[in-house]
C-alpha cells in the first residue's frame, strides 16, 4: 500500500536548468496537492487539482508549472531554476468529499536544491 | 498572508509534562481545523483535527482545544514523551468537504527531554 510516493527525493540542479517532479497515488483521490516547506515558513502551497485535467494556483505558483493528465498523477515543473526555488517539496492528495474523508495524506518529499 | 497563525515557534518539554501548541485564524469561513505531525525527513501526517460545531475532542493523549468566538484553536500534549519530539503544524480548511487545500501555521518544533 504505497499511499503518496514522490520521485526523486534529491536533486541538485543548476540555475536555469529544469526538471520535473512526479506524484503518484494510488487511494483514487481525486484532490492533489503541491507544497513548498522552508524553515520558519511552514508550508506553503504552490499548486493543486481537483480532478483529472484541472489545476488552479495556489500561494506562491511563480516559477512552478503542474499537470494533471491521470487521475493518479500530479507532476510539477520547474522550466529554469533559480536559487529561491531551493527547498523541500511535498505533494499530498485527499479524497475530498464527505465528512470523514478529508485527510491529506503527504508524500515522503523532495529536497531540492539549486547552485 | 499567513491565514493561521502559530505559536510558539520552539517549544522544551520534560518528559511527562504538558505540551501547548496555540494557533489563531481570521476567516471565519474555515470549517476544518486539523493538526498535523511531522518526524525529520519525512511527510507531514493527520495527528488530529476538529470541526467548529465542538469545542473539544481528544484522542488518547492529545486534545484539541476549539474557541469560536475567539477563532483560536490549541493543541494539548498530555504526559509527552521523547517519541512526541517532532514539527507539529496547525491547519485549516475552508469548505472541509470540496478540493480547497490546508493553510498551515508556520510550525511548531517540539523537543522533549528526558
Known amino acids: 500500500n504505497a499511499g503518496v510516493t514522490q520521485t526523486p527525493k534529491f536533486r541538485v540542479l543548476k540555475t536555469g536548468q529544469s526538471m520535473t517532479l512526479l506524484c503518484a497515488q494510488d487511494?483514487?483521490?481525486?484532490?492533489m496537492y503541491w507544497y513548498r516547506q522552508d524553515p520558519g515558513m511552514g508550508l506553503r502551497l504552490i499548486h493543486y487539482?481537483?480532478?483529472?485535467?484541472?489545476?488552479a494556483k495556489g500561494e506562491v505558483p511563480d516559477g512552478y508549472n503542474v499537470s494533471r493528465l491521470k487521475k493518479q498523477n500530479f507532476l510539477l515543473g520547474l522550466e529554469s531554476a533559480a536559487p529561491s526555488q531551493t527547498s523541500v517539496y511535498f505533494c499530498?492528495?485527499?479524497?475530498?468529499?464527505?465528512?470523514?474523508?478529508?485527510?491529506?495524506?503527504f508524500g515522503q518529499g523532495t529536497r531540492l536544491t539549486v547552485v | 498572508q499567513q491565514q493561521v497563525k502559530q505559536s510558539p515557534q520552539s517549544l522544551i518539554v520534560q518528559k511527562g509534562g504538558i505540551s501547548i501548541i496555540n494557533c489563531a485564524y481570521e476567516?471565519?469561513?474555515?470549517?476544518?481545523f486539523p493538526w498535523y505531525q511531522q518526524f525529520p525527513g519525512k511527510g507531514p501526517a493527520l495527528l488530529i483535527a476538529?470541526?467548529?460545531?465542538?469545542s473539544e475532542k481528544k484522542e488518547g493523549r492529545f486534545t484539541i482545544s476549539f474557541n469560536k468566538s475567539a477563532k483560536q484553536f490549541s493543541l494539548h500534549i498530555m504526559d509527552s514523551q521523547p517519541g512526541d519530539s517532532a514539527t507539529y503544524f496547525c491547519?485549516?480548511?475552508?469548505?472541509?468537504?470540496?478540493?480547497?487545500?490546508?493553510?498551515f501555521g508556520k510550525g511548531t518544533s517540539l523537543l522533549v527531554t528526558p
Open positions: 499530498a492528495s485527499s479524497y475530498g468529499t464527505g465528512l470523514l474523508n478529508t485527510e491529506a495524506f
Open positions: 487511494m483514487n483521490h481525486e484532490y
Open positions: 487539482s481537483v480532478g483529472e485535467g484541472t489545476t
Open positions: 476567516n471565519t469561513a474555515f470549517d476544518y
Open positions: 476538529i470541526r467548529p460545531d465542538v
Open positions: 491547519a485549516a480548511k475552508v469548505n472541509s468537504n470540496s478540493g480547497y487545500a490546508l493553510n
